[in-house]
């Protein structure tokens, strides 16, 4: 997959498990410059990046940050912010194996907390 691709050459960083996310037009009305934006699950180090000027800044940010980190004007392109906030706005449409997974979590919890 392309996207996987670019982020590998951009940043060193391999994702795992990439899905589609949203498409969007920046400039409705003026361009016709349609951008994919993706998810990924995780990643891996697997090498410094291979274009230096690609990337200004790679950085592992906690979700719970990102609204105050747009707010003071530390992300502030467009497309990652919709991507960001994205992901904060629709948490449930994680993959279903996510889901499953937490699910299991939670019984587990509630099988723990009975039990006791």
């Known amino acids: 997959m392309t996207a996987a691709r ?8 391999r994702p795992r498990n990439v899905k589609p996310l949203v498409t969007l037009q920046p400039t409705v009305g003026m361009a016709d410059a349609e951008t994919l934006l993706f998810v990924a699950e995780g990643a891996d180090h697997v090498s410094d990046p291979a274009d ?5 800044r790679v950085d592992w940010v906690r979700l719970d940050s990102v609204q105050d980190r747009i707010a003071d004007e530390e992300i502030v392109g467009a497309a990652s912010q919709v ?18 997974r937490q699910s299991s979590k ?11």
């Open 83 to 100: 991507g960001l906030l994205h992901v904060l706005a629709y948490p449930h449409r994680r993959s279903s194996r996510d889901r499953r």
């Open 6 to 13: 670019e982020v590998e050459e951009e940043t060193g960083w």
């Open 52 to 56: 230096i000027n690609e990337a200004e």
């Open 106 to 116: 939670s019984n587990r919890s509630s099988r723990v907390a009975a039990s006791q």
